[in-house]
């Protein structure tokens, strides 16, 4: 019996920590095709994603390594085998997919929103951020207007904006983020996470390093503030917030006046001026060295001084504290809504769990992925700078020969004057 009610604490523990991933896509197949739904919202024109590897990735032998949930969860090894993803393939298009799962609530759990970003076209304007929604979610009527829960990830447009988004919909109203994060701009793999606690606080990482964290309530506008300033009160009329003023016993000196600008006493009149053609002569205009500008009276210490008013605060009567703004009572879709000038941007690694180990095993092998990227790529860049080498060498000659030839057309004078004489005996 004493065993038996151990065994039962254990299984009772054991669920009680349970974790759990909601959602986890990886495209290892073409099978996202059957499970993913692209939008068909009339009075859009919306591009096509494509599965690919990209231009540059991560050594095939590399990416056959292998990651697992590091905690007492039930998550098997998972080789990775060659990596695909998926790609935007228009410029300058609106892309809209989306799938669905199994529904779930972030009740009393930590909710973990993750992805991975590969901008490997340089892009210049468009967003590579994620969706996530509940139920109620049209698939194939998805726009930019369709409800969601949360939207996260990088949007780049030009030099100015470069930043990662990070709204939440409370009450019907989406919400920013307060503050400014700013997210990866290069052509390289990166893992976007966002971790919202049950205690109402939130963490962002990129690869796995944290950028920025904090309280839910204190960085988005979700409620009325806590204090208002006081309606009924009213800076009194006597209130001095000088902190200096001029001295009264100061006395403008009696030598003070003088003009700004001077004739200028070395100046002559030329000695072809004509006064009846051009008028009377009068000296150039210089800066008076004497000028000491307008006179005010010297600061003191304003002895009635009691310093800038700050205007009374009361409690907010609209405020009603939430303890729940962290929570998601449906959480049931994921989707890509997007527009794009210059296409090529790859997702992949999509993961929405209540595990933060999980989710940190899976973004750890993000460096592996960036070195083996950045070596192709400058693999690539090599072998195209040699290629550039080779064509101009052998344009060269080329140009070469058509510059003998123009020499060859040049004709000597003598020359011309013998061969038509010749033209003349014929």
């Known amino acids: 019996m004493k065993f038996s009610a151990i065994a039962i604490l254990l299984v009772a523990s054991l669920a009680a920590t349970k974790c759990e991933v909601f959602f986890e896509e990886k495209f290892l197949d073409d099978t996202w095709q059957e499970t993913w739904t692209y939008s068909k919202h009339p009075g859009k024109e919306f591009g096509k994603f494509v599965r690919t590897s990209g231009k540059f990735f991560n050594d095939e032998e590399a990416d056959k390594g292998k990651w697992t949930c590091l905690n007492t969860c039930h998550f098997s090894l998972m080789s990775l085998g060659m990596m695909k993803s998926l790609q935007t393939s228009e410029d300058a298009?609106?892309?809209?997919?989306?799938?669905?799962?199994?529904?779930?609530?972030?009740?009393?759990?930590?909710?973990?929103?993750?992805?991975?970003?590969?901008?490997?076209?340089?892009?210049?304007?468009?967003?590579?951020?994620?969706?996530?929604?509940?139920?109620?979610l049209e698939e194939k009527d998805m726009h930019g207007e369709s409800p969601y829960l949360i939207m996260f990830g990088p949007d780049i447009c030009g030099p100015g904006t470069k930043k990662v988004h990070v709204i939440f919909n409370y009450n019907g109203k989406n919400h920013l983020i307060n503050k400014e994060i700013r997210c990866k701009d290069d052509v390289y793999t990166h893992f976007y996470t966002l971790i919202v606690q049950p205690d109402g606080t939130y963490q962002v990482l990129i690869d796995?390093?944290?950028?920025?964290?904090?309280?839910?309530?204190?960085?988005?506008?979700?409620?009325?503030?806590?204090?208002?300033?006081?309606?009924?009160?009213?800076?009194?009329?006597?209130?001095?917030?000088?902190?200096?003023?001029?001295?009264?016993?100061?006395?403008?000196?009696?030598?003070?006046?003088?003009?700004?600008?001077?004739?200028?006493?070395?100046?002559?009149?030329?000695?072809?001026?004509?006064?009846?053609?051009?008028?009377?002569?009068?000296?150039?205009?210089i800066d008076n060295p004497e000028y000491k500008g307008e006179w005010a009276p010297k600061q003191i210490d304003n002895p009635n001084y009691k310093g800038i008013w700050k205007h009374p605060e009361i409690d907010n009567p609209e405020y009603t504290p939430d303890e729940n703004l962290y929570l998601?009572?449906?959480?049931?879709?994921?989707?890509?809504?997007?527009w794009q000038v210059k296409s090529g941007t790859i997702f992949d690694n999509f993961l929405i769990t209540d595990d933060l180990k999980y989710a940190a095993s899976a973004a750890e092998t993000v460096k592996n992925t960036q070195a083996g990227e950045k070596k192709m790529k400058e693999e690539q860049d090599e072998e195209e700078r040699k290629k550039m080498e080779a064509e101009a060498k052998a344009a060269k000659p080329e140009d070469d020969e058509d510059e003998d030839e123009d020499d060859e057309d040049v004709a000597i004078p003598g020359e011309v004057e013998d061969a038509e004489g010749e033209h003349d005996e014929l």
């Open 93 to 136: 298009r609106f892309y809209a997919l989306s799938t669905k799962f199994t529904p779930f609530t972030n009740k009393d759990k930590p909710l973990v929103v993750q992805f991975s970003v590969k901008h490997e076209q340089n892009i210049d304007c468009g967003g590579g951020y994620l969706k996530v929604f509940d139920c109620s």
């Open 208 to 285: 796995n390093e944290k950028v920025e964290s904090g309280v839910l309530e204190e960085d988005w506008d979700f409620l009325p503030p806590k204090k208002i300033k006081d309606p009924e009160a009213k800076k009194p009329e006597d209130w001095d917030e000088r902190a200096t003023i001029p001295d009264p016993d100061d006395k403008k000196p009696e030598d003070w006046d003088k003009p700004e600008h001077i004739p200028d006493p070395d100046a002559t009149k030329p000695d072809d001026w004509d006064e009846e053609m051009d008028g009377e002569w009068e000296p150039p205009m």
């Open 328 to 338: 998601h009572e449906e959480v049931c879709a994921v989707g890509l809504d997007l």
